[in-house]
């Protein structure tokens, strides 16, 4: 971290690690970002960490310049043209993301890299320094709420105790108050505090200072953060809003595994997508609230223009025609999280080689309701109203009179009929009957049409019965032709009910 002043600015510059393998620092600190610089090696353009970095500071800034490094290494009758030619590819990269059109800044930072004597001056420095100044602007700070702060830094000063290094996310701090490492559960009292080597008595948000207390091991905290005592929430499972990454490759699928960063830090977890009802498509965002009062529709993945319909989706009639306008997920942690509550929240594939050239990030969203109860799948996920919907086809088999016939082919032999008794199916004729219950052993049931059969459909299951009945007689095995109405044309059924993914009952649910 270095910092120089103007004539009335602070500007204060954090050095992300550049390589691939160490994203998740960068994902940590994305929260503290103003203004980012995003350095490309001129000779080898954009880079899969390159590439990562411009999809967080779309996530998490407003403003950029890009740095084309390393100039020295082009040859100097060649260089103009070859960084041109770089500068077009960047401008190429960028049309189509919030930072298109920012300055592009050509520079050899250390002429003849680190080998090099100190006396040799860097190239286009002096250029990018008055880019960061024109770039500059005073970002609104707000005081007010419980402190918290991303540390970066921990170390020990003999004689005085321990440093804790970073900058202030929300709130505001003093001396002699107390702060909470709710990583380790442990409260320390403010001794000192300096900003810019300068001691201070009071910083807030978006001020970068160090500070200092007594009697703790720097070792047990390297990055992290503290906080006004009680003030996070450590949690189990949460409930997020969320967007797919447009880089990532591939489906955001139910049930598949994530890195999950949170505040600053980075677990695996487990993740269940659900929509709007269908009622609901086109009801406007909730941006820093969930509704439980709601309905939702399960998903077996994430609905993007390129999603793939699966059964699940097709029965829930969501084939990714009509997207809805916001989608949510629910994160299962493998080990629990401390964070604030609405706090950014990235998921990415961390495992994937960082040689395959391929983004990295999956999603991002919204921390809406964190789930502080271990126990949160027996306590709190049956109030989570998320549905499946369930679509059933059988046949009729035979007629019984003008009010009642029987189905097949609806249930399995082992399937305990009795608890669809009551449900109401509809018969591809047009009727609207109900389950009545079982009939015989092998899956077999009673429906009951209570306005009556039509002409129509009667007359085509008795036609195919007296069919069936002429190619059976002389058959040792030959029943009553009321007994066997089997259709050439075989009459549908079709039920349709709804089930609550987490109601520990698994009532089926009819409109």
Not at 76 to 93: F, L, N, P, W
Not at 279 to 304: T, W
Not at 387 to 414: A, C, N, P, T
Request: proline share 5%; aromatic share 6%.
């Amino acid at each position: 971290m270095k910092s120089w002043e103007g004539s009335a600015e602070h500007f204060t510059l954090v050095d992300c690690p550049g390589h691939a393998s160490l994203i998740r620092t960068i994902i940590g600190g994305a929260q503290i970002i103003d203004l980012m610089m995003l350095v490309i090696d001129v000779t080898k353009g954009m880079q899969t960490q390159s590439a990562e970095c411009l999809v967080i500071g779309q996530i998490a800034c407003q403003k950029m310049v890009v740095v084309l490094n390393k100039i020295d290494l082009l040859p100097e009758g060649k260089r103009q043209a070859a960084i041109e030619k770089m500068t077009k590819k960047m401008q190429k990269t960028l049309e189509n993301t919030k930072f298109h059109g920012c300055p592009i800044v050509a520079v050899a930072a250390k002429p003849g890299g680190p080998e090099a004597p100190e006396t040799v001056n860097p190239l286009g420095v002096s250029e990018l320094i008055e880019v960061l100044k024109s770039q500059a602007y005073l970002p609104s700070r707000d005081p007010s709420g419980p402190f918290l702060m991303a540390v970066d830094h921990c170390f020990s000063i003999k004689g005085q105790g321990t440093v804790m290094t970073g900058t202030i996310l929300t709130g505001s701090v003093s001396l002699g108050d107390n702060v909470e490492i709710p990583a380790l559960k442990v409260s320390k009292k403010v001794k000192s505090m300096q900003m810019f080597h300068t001691p201070v008595t009071y910083a807030m948000q978006g001020d970068r200072v160090g500070i200092c207390v007594t009697q703790f091991d720097p070792k047990l905290l390297e990055r992290g953060l503290i906080c006004t005592p009680e003030s996070l929430q450590t949690i189990h499972a949460a409930i997020i809003s969320l967007k797919k990454i447009q880089y990532f490759r591939g489906a955001l699928q139910t049930k598949a595994k994530f890195h999950i960063t949170v505040g600053h830090e980075t677990v695996m977890g487990r993740v269940m997508f659900f929509g709007p009802a269908p009622a609901d498509f086109n009801k406007e965002p909730l941006d820093n609230a969930f509704d439980f009062e709601r309905d939702y529709l399960y998903q077996e993945e994430y609905l993007s223009k390129d999603s793939k319909a699966s059964d699940e989706n097709k029965d829930n009639d969501q084939t990714g025609e009509q997207l809805p306008k916001q989608q949510w997920a629910l994160l299962e942690f493998e080990k629990p999280v401390t964070c604030p509550r609405l706090c950014l929240v990235i998921g990415s594939k961390l495992d994937t080689d960082i040689h395959a050239n391929t983004c990295r990030l999956a999603f991002h969203g919204v921390l809406l309701q964190g789930l502080e109860d271990k126990n949160y799948t027996e306590t709190f996920l049956p109030k989570l109203k998320v549905y499946k919907l369930k679509h059933k086809e059988g046949q009729v088999e035979r007629v019984i009179d003008d009010y009642s016939v029987i189905g097949r082919s609806l249930f399995k032999k082992e399937t305990n009929i009795q608890i669809f008794v009551g449900l109401k199916v509809k018969l591809s004729t047009g009727e609207d009957g109900i389950i009545e219950g079982g009939f015989g052993q092998s899956g077999k049931f009673k429906i009951r049409i209570p306005d009556g059969l039509k002409p129509d459909t009667k007359a085509l299951l008795t036609v195919a019965s007296k069919k069936k009945s002429r190619a059976g007689k002389g058959d040792a095995a030959k029943e009553d032709d009321s007994t066997k109405a089997e259709s050439a044309q075989p009459v549908a059924i079709s039920l349709l009910f709804k089930r609550y993914v987490f109601d520990t009952q698994k009532k089926m649910i009819q409109s």
